[in-house]
C-alpha cells in the first residue's frame, strides 16, 4: 500500500505538485494520468524520491519513504522509463541483474533470476543473456528494462510512460504482457501515462491531474460516469464515453445464455473489441470462448449497446 | 584502399622503426647523399635507441601525470558540489594551452634547473587541455535516461560514475589522451635546447653542424613514433566505443 500523504513539490514560486492525497490499494495497476506539465511525472519521481517533496510524506506499507537512503529506497522500489534506459555497454543479463548486484545477492541467486525474469518475458535467455541493449529491437529492449525493474522482486513498480516510444502493435503486445505479469506477480504498479487508451486498458484506478492538482481519483468508470471537473470530462473525450466504458470491462463479463454462429471471441477480449468485431463482421452475436476453448455463451449488439449507455 | 593496406603499411612502418634504432648504419648509405664529405650520416653523439626510450618516458610520465589531473578535475566540476569550479577550472587549463611550451621552459628553468624537469612541466601543462575538455564533453553528454535509469535503481554518486559514467565516457576520455601524447611527442623534442635527454639532441646536433641528415633522422622517428602511437589508440578506442555500444 502507498500512502501518499498531503504532498507538495514546489520549485522557487512554481507548485509543481499541489497537496495531493491518495492511497494506492496492494496489488492493483494505478495510472496517474493527465497533460505535459500535470506534475504527474513529478510525484511519480516522489514515491522513490528521485525528486524531494517540499512538504508531505509517502508511505510505503506504513513506513514513511524517508527512513531510508534514497539510493537503498530506490533498490526496494522498480522503476521502468521510457526509451528503456538500458545501460549500452552492459549486456541484457547484466542489465537485469543491475539492482541483485547492488543488493549483493550471491551468483547463483542472481543468474537464476535472470534467467527466469528472461523466460517471463518471453525472450530466449541462452540468444538473449549475452546481447547487448542496441543488438535488440525496440520491443525486447523495452521488455528487458521492465525485466530490469523487478529484477530486485519489488512489491512497487513506478513506470514513466514506459511503452511511449514502442509503436502501437508492439505497444498493444507490451501492455498485455504487463498485464498478466501483474497477476503474476501481484506487484502493486504506479504508471504514468498521457494516453487515455491506455489508461483505461491497464488501471484499477485512475487519478487525474491537472495544473499540480489530483481532480479525480477512481475506478475508470467512475471517470466516465461522473467527471468531477470539465478538465477530466475533455480528457476522457465527449465522443469517447461509451467505448471508454465498454474497453473496461472483459466479454467475458458480458457473456449471455445462448449460441451464436462465427468465430468465438476469447473471454479476455476487451468489450470494446467484441463491438468492434460485431460492427465489422455484420453479426448481432459472437460466441465466447475460455482459454481451454469452451464456449461460454455469446456477446450480443443488444447487450454491449446497454452497457454502454449513460448510466442512470 | 583495401583493408589489408593500412594494417601492412603500419606493420611495414614499425619493422622501419625497429631496425633503424637497432642497427643504423644499415641506413647510413641511404643518408649519406644528405651530409657534406667525411661528416657522419648517422648520429654518432650516442644511442638513438636510448634516445628513442628517454624520449617515450619523458612523454609517458608527463601524460600520466596530466591524465590524472585532467580526469579528476573533469570528474570534481561536473558534480554538483563542483560545479561553481567549471569556468574557472576551464580557464587555468586554458591557459596552460595558450602559453608557448618555449615560454614554459624558459620560466622553469630557473626554478627547476636544466634537464628533465622543465621540459616535463611543460608537456604536463599542454597535455591537460585536451584530455580536460574530452572528459568534460563525455561526462556531461551521457544520455538522459540511462542516468535516470542508473539513479532510479538505486546507485549511489559513486557507483553511477564508476559503473556508469566513467565507462560510457571512456570513448571520448581516450581520444582525448591520444591528441595529448601526439601533442607531447612532438614538444617533447624543444626540451632538448634545456638539455633534457630526447629525440630533440638528434636535430639540435644537425641544425648546429649542418647536417641534414641528423635533423631528417631525428624528425623521421619523432613521426613514426607519433603516427604508430595515434594508430594504436584509436584501435582501442574503437573497441571501447563497440563495447560501450555507440556504434550499432
Same mark, same amino acid.
Given at each position: 500500500?502507498?500512502?501518499?500523504?498531503?504532498?507538495?513539490?514546489?520549485?522557487?514560486?512554481?507548485?509543481?505538485?499541489?497537496?495531493?492525497?491518495?492511497?494506492?490499494?496492494?496489488?492493483?495497476?494505478?495510472?496517474?494520468?493527465?497533460?505535459?506539465?500535470?506534475?504527474?511525472?513529478?510525484?511519480?519521481?516522489?514515491?522513490?524520491?528521485?525528486?524531494?517533496?517540499?512538504?508531505?510524506?509517502?508511505?510505503?506499507?506504513?513506513?514513511?519513504?524517508? +527512513?531510508?537512503?534514497?539510493?537503498?529506497?530506490?533498490?526496494?522500489?522498480?522503476?521502468?522509463?521510457?526509451?528503456?534506459? *538500458?545501460?549500452?555497454?552492459?549486456?541484457?543479463?547484466?542489465?537485469?541483474? +543491475?539492482?541483485?548486484?547492488?543488493?549483493?545477492?550471491?551468483?547463483?541467486?542472481?543468474?537464476?533470476?535472470?534467467?527466469?525474469?528472461?523466460?517471463?518475458?518471453?525472450?530466449?535467455?541462452?540468444?538473449?543473456?549475452?546481447?547487448?541493449?542496441?543488438?535488440?529491437?525496440?520491443?525486447?529492449?523495452?521488455?528487458?528494462?521492465?525485466?530490469?525493474?523487478?529484477?530486485?522482486?519489488?512489491?512497487?513498480?513506478?513506470?514513466?510512460?514506459?511503452?511511449?516510444?514502442?509503436?502501437?502493435?508492439?505497444?498493444?503486445?507490451?501492455?498485455?504482457? *504487463?498485464?498478466?505479469?501483474?497477476?503474476?506477480?501481484?506487484?502493486?504498479?504506479?504508471?504514468?501515462?498521457?494516453?487515455?487508451?491506455?489508461?483505461?486498458?491497464?488501471?484499477?484506478?485512475?487519478?487525474?491531474?491537472?495544473?499540480?492538482?489530483?481532480?479525480?481519483?477512481?475506478?475508470?468508470?467512475?471517470?466516465?460516469?461522473?467527471?468531477?471537473?470539465?478538465?477530466?470530462?475533455?480528457?476522457?473525450?465527449?465522443?469517447?464515453?461509451?467505448?471508454?466504458?465498454?474497453?473496461?470491462?472483459?466479454?467475458?463479463?458480458?457473456?449471455?445464455?445462448?449460441?451464436?454462429?462465427?468465430?468465438?471471441?476469447?473471454?479476455?477480449?476487451?468489450?470494446?473489441?467484441?463491438?468492434?468485431?460485431?460492427?465489422?463482421?455484420?453479426?448481432?452475436?459472437?460466441?465466447?470462448?475460455?482459454?481451454?476453448?469452451?464456449?461460454?455463451?455469446?456477446?450480443?449488439?443488444?447487450?454491449?449497446?446497454?452497457?454502454?449507455?449513460?448510466?442512470? | %584502399?583495401?583493408?589489408?593496406?593500412?594494417?601492412?603499411?603500419?606493420?611495414?612502418?614499425?619493422?622501419?622503426?625497429?631496425?633503424?634504432?637497432?642497427?643504423?648504419?644499415?641506413?647510413?648509405?641511404?643518408?649519406?647523399?644528405?651530409?657534406?664529405?667525411?661528416?657522419?650520416?648517422?648520429?654518432?653523439?650516442?644511442?638513438?635507441?636510448?634516445?628513442?626510450?628517454?624520449?617515450?618516458?619523458?612523454?609517458?610520465?608527463?601524460?600520466?601525470?596530466?591524465?590524472?589531473?585532467?580526469?579528476?578535475?573533469?570528474?570534481?566540476?561536473?558534480?554538483?558540489?563542483?560545479?561553481?569550479?567549471?569556468?574557472?577550472?576551464?580557464?587555468?587549463?586554458?591557459?596552460?594551452?595558450?602559453?608557448?611550451?618555449?615560454?614554459?621552459?624558459?620560466?622553469?628553468?630557473?626554478?627547476?634547473?636544466?634537464?628533465?624537469?622543465?621540459?616535463?612541466?611543460?608537456?604536463?601543462?599542454?597535455?591537460?587541455?585536451?584530455?580536460?575538455?574530452?572528459?568534460?564533453?563525455?561526462?556531461?553528454?551521457?544520455?538522459?535516461?540511462? %542516468?535516470?535509469?542508473?539513479?532510479?535503481?538505486? %546507485?549511489?554518486?559513486?557507483?553511477?560514475?564508476?559503473?556508469?559514467?566513467?565507462?560510457?565516457? %571512456?570513448?571520448?576520455?581516450?581520444?582525448?589522451?591520444?591528441?595529448?601524447?601526439?601533442?607531447?611527442?612532438?614538444?617533447?623534442?624543444?626540451?632538448?635546447?634545456?638539455?633534457?635527454?630526447?629525440?630533440?639532441?638528434?636535430?639540435?646536433?644537425?641544425?648546429?653542424?649542418?647536417?641534414?641528415?641528423?635533423?631528417?633522422?631525428?624528425?623521421?622517428?619523432?613521426?613514426?613514433?607519433?603516427?604508430?602511437?595515434?594508430?594504436?589508440?584509436?584501435?582501442?578506442?574503437?573497441?571501447?566505443?563497440?563495447?560501450?555500444?555507440?556504434?550499432?
Amino acid at each position: 500500500m502507498i500512502e501518499i500523504d498531503g504532498i507538495t513539490k514546489r520549485y522557487d514560486d512554481n507548485t509543481v505538485v499541489n497537496n495531493v492525497t491518495m492511497t494506492i490499494e496492494p496489488r492493483t495497476v494505478t495510472v496517474i494520468v493527465g497533460t505535459s506539465g500535470s506534475g504527474k511525472t513529478t510525484l511519480l519521481r516522489m514515491i522513490n524520491r528521485l525528486v524531494e517533496p517540499t512538504s508531505g510524506t509517502i508511505r510505503l506499507d506504513g513506513e514513511d519513504n524517508h +527512513t531510508m537512503p534514497g539510493y537503498e529506497l530506490r533498490r526496494r522500489i522498480g522503476y521502468a522509463i521510457q526509451g528503456h534506459g *538500458l545501460f549500452p555497454h552492459r549486456t541484457v543479463a547484466q542489465n537485469i541483474a +543491475t539492482v541483485p548486484v547492488l543488493l549483493g545477492w550471491d551468483r547463483a541467486r542472481i543468474d537464476a533470476k535472470v534467467a527466469e525474469l528472461l523466460a517471463l518475458f518471453q525472450l530466449d535467455p541462452t540468444l538473449f543473456a549475452a546481447r547487448f541493449p542496441h543488438e535488440l529491437s525496440g520491443g525486447q529492449q523495452q521488455r528487458v528494462g521492465v525485466a530490469r525493474a523487478l529484477a530486485a522482486e519489488p512489491n512497487v513498480l513506478l513506470m514513466d510512460e514506459p511503452f511511449g516510444a514502442l509503436d502501437p502493435i508492439i505497444r498493444a503486445k507490451a501492455q498485455a504482457d *504487463l498485464l498478466d505479469i501483474q497477476r503474476l506477480l501481484k506487484t502493486t504498479i504506479v504508471l504514468v501515462t498521457h494516453d487515455m487508451d491506455e489508461a483505461f486498458h491497464l488501471a484499477d484506478k485512475i487519478a487525474v491531474m491537472d495544473k499540480g492538482e489530483l481532480v479525480q481519483y477512481g475506478a475508470p468508470a467512475e471517470l466516465v460516469k461522473n467527471p468531477a471537473t470539465e478538465f477530466v470530462e475533455t480528457l476522457i473525450g465527449a465522443s469517447e464515453r461509451p467505448f471508454r466504458l465498454l474497453s473496461i470491462e472483459t466479454a467475458g463479463e458480458a457473456v449471455e445464455p445462448g449460441t451464436a454462429d462465427g468465430k468465438p471471441l476469447p473471454e479476455a477480449t476487451s468489450q470494446r473489441d467484441a463491438l468492434s468485431e460485431m460492427l465489422w463482421t455484420g453479426r448481432h452475436a459472437l460466441p465466447v470462448a475460455a482459454a481451454d476453448g469452451r464456449i461460454l455463451g455469446r456477446v450480443t449488439l443488444e447487450g454491449l449497446t446497454r452497457r454502454a449507455a449513460k448510466p442512470q | %584502399m583495401r583493408a589489408w593496406v593500412p594494417p601492412i603499411l603500419r606493420a611495414v612502418l614499425l619493422a622501419v622503426l625497429i631496425a633503424f634504432l637497432v642497427s643504423p648504419g644499415w641506413f647510413s648509405p641511404l643518408l649519406k647523399p644528405l651530409v657534406q664529405d667525411n661528416a657522419p650520416a648517422i648520429y654518432n653523439q650516442g644511442s638513438l635507441l636510448t634516445l628513442t626510450l628517454l624520449h617515450l618516458r619523458i612523454v609517458a610520465i608527463a601524460t600520466a601525470g596530466a591524465i590524472v589531473v585532467a580526469v579528476t578535475l573533469a570528474i570534481l566540476v561536473t558534480r554538483p558540489f563542483g560545479a561553481e569550479f567549471l569556468p574557472l577550472s576551464r580557464s587555468l587549463v586554458n591557459v596552460g594551452q595558450t602559453f608557448p611550451p618555449v615560454a614554459v621552459l624558459a620560466l622553469a628553468v630557473p626554478a627547476l634547473g636544466f634537464g628533465e624537469k622543465p621540459t616535463l612541466v611543460a608537456l604536463f601543462l599542454y597535455g591537460l587541455l585536451p584530455i580536460f575538455e574530452n572528459t568534460l564533453t563525455g561526462l556531461t553528454t551521457l544520455p538522459v535516461s540511462v %542516468m535516470e535509469a542508473a539513479r532510479g535503481s538505486g %546507485m549511489t554518486e559513486r557507483q553511477r560514475l564508476f559503473k556508469v559514467e566513467l565507462p560510457l565516457a %571512456m570513448p571520448v576520455i581516450l581520444a582525448g589522451i591520444r591528441l595529448s601524447v601526439v601533442i607531447s611527442l612532438a614538444t617533447a623534442t624543444i626540451g632538448s635546447t634545456v638539455a633534457a635527454k630526447t629525440l630533440g639532441e638528434v636535430i639540435i646536433a644537425g641544425l648546429q653542424s649542418n647536417n641534414i641528415a641528423f635533423v631528417l633522422q631525428g624528425g623521421l622517428i619523432v613521426g613514426a613514433l607519433a603516427v604508430l602511437i595515434y594508430d594504436g589508440l584509436s584501435a582501442i578506442e574503437r573497441v571501447l566505443a563497440r563495447r560501450a555500444g555507440l556504434f550499432s
